[in-house]
């Protein structure tokens, strides 16, 4: 085996950086990291693809904090969420720190006048959203005239939620002359077409095709009439012990889905747009210390949430775009562990679950629980589902996968 997959040595990291990489206890890079540093230290662009979870935010951070102490100016990390940058920010300081750097986050749903304090110090690293700079760009509090190294991250996520007006106005005002790293799960054709708009002969380093499962996760769906999801979801959640994330599609869902659970006797908090940033790190705060055994969240949580130990995803509600379903599952199954994801699926849904399929690569388990009455799925295109649920139904050995703890 070549050595350097081994070790953070030899990827051209300084020796400081390597003594704080050592006490944080990562020993081993994983394979973005290993694929990305040597040529992010070089200066070189950078479009990087890899699962969620995989340490992207070190691939991209110690080597941009290792040229900011080559020369003046400062790094900025744009992120589609208020917790990612929360989080990217918590990743990259011991780094900082180490080399005396100081960092600003600058997002919305904060008080603007700390975070204009913050850019009044002189942080030589901001991590933003792209609404909130922009809002202090108007204000001449933030210039970007000086910004040596850009990362996008997980830019599709940001197209996704209608930043890429914002994305373009931010372009325009770094220097060209800049380096610039983005970094994703997936890689759709508007990340490709912007990358070619802005990046200068970017190194490609794909760990996992676009769009490919995290390893490690099995994939179940049960077909359930809409009126019958939530006395599925007890019922798995009786045999399932670990922490658990469950996706709604709405704000509204994810609430009426938390307070069901409460009433059930589930320790559950919620976490989406409507909820104060006060609110939403309680409840990411009381999930990782396990005052909330279940949390549920819309898609703004698919990323972001930085929790180990996650057992099990359950997506309660289809995602509207088949990749979000990638960004959901990243959540558990990390760093080698087992995890699990279950869907549920109305019956009029069978060309979605396809549609994640083909996109993920694998085919998805159908499952039915004992004590809650199967659907089927309507489409006639869906043969092989319906024939696969047939074959199911017939097997008395199948039950759902069983997990107790």
Avoid: W
């Avoid at 900082?96 to 997002?107: E, N, S, Y």
């Avoid at 770094?174 to 912007?194: D, E, H, N």
């Amino acid at each position: 085996m070549n050595p350097r997959h081994e070790n953070f040595y030899g990827l051209g990291i300084a020796p400081k950086l390597l003594d704080k990489i050592e006490s944080l206890g990562y020993s081993i890079p994983t394979p973005i990291q290993h694929k990305a540093i040597p040529f992010a230290i070089e200066g070189k662009d950078i479009v990087g693809i890899a699962q969620t979870g995989t340490g992207k935010t070190l691939a991209y951070g110690v080597p941009m904090v290792q040229r900011l102490t080559q020369k003046k100016g400062k790094g900025l990390v744009l992120a589609p969420t208020r917790e990612l940058a929360i989080q990217i920010n918590a990743h990259l300081r011991p780094f900082t720190q180490a080399l005396r750097m100081g960092t600003a986050v600058v997002i919305g749903g904060e008080r603007m006048g700390r975070q204009i304090a913050a850019i009044k110090r002189g942080p030589r690293i901001i991590v933003a959203t792209p609404g909130r700079l922009i809002d202090l760009m108007g204000q001449n509090i933030v210039r970007l005239n000086d910004v040596h190294v850009l990362v996008l991250d997980e830019a599709d996520r940001m197209l996704d939620m209608g930043f890429a007006p914002q994305i373009d106005k931010i372009i325009r005002l770094v220097p060209k002359k800049r380096q610039t790293m983005l970094f994703s799960a997936t890689m759709p054709t508007a990340i490709m077409k912007m990358a070619s708009a802005h990046m200068q002969l970017p190194v490609r380093t794909e760990i996992a095709p676009s769009g490919a499962a995290a390893e490690g996760v099995s994939h179940e769906v049960f077909v359930v009439e809409k009126k019958l999801k939530g006395s599925l979801l007890e019922k798995l959640l009786q045999q399932y012990r670990g922490p658990v994330l469950v996706f709604s599609r709405t704000k509204r869902g994810a609430e009426r889905v938390r307070r069901s659970l409460k009433k059930a006797g589930f320790a559950a908090a919620e976490i989406h747009s409507d909820r104060t940033l006060p609110q939403r790190r309680e409840a990411l705060n009381g999930f990782k210390s396990g005052k909330y055994r279940i949390l549920v969240a819309t898609d703004i949580a698919a990323r972001g949430i930085d929790v180990q130990g996650i057992e099990l995803v359950v997506n309660y509600d289809l995602p509207d775009e088949p990749g979000s379903y990638v960004h959901r599952i990243g959540r558990t199954g990390r760093a080698g562990m087992e995890g699990y994801a279950i869907s549920f699926a109305t019956p009029d849904q069978g060309s979605d679950v396809r549609n994640i399929e083909k996109l993920i690569k694998i085919s998805i388990s159908l499952s039915e629980h004992p004590e809650i009455p199967a659907g089927r799925f309507l489409t006639g295109e869906l043969t092989s589902f319906q024939k696969r649920l047939s074959r199911h139904k017939r097997s008395t050995s199948r039950r759902p996968v069983r997990r107790k703890r």
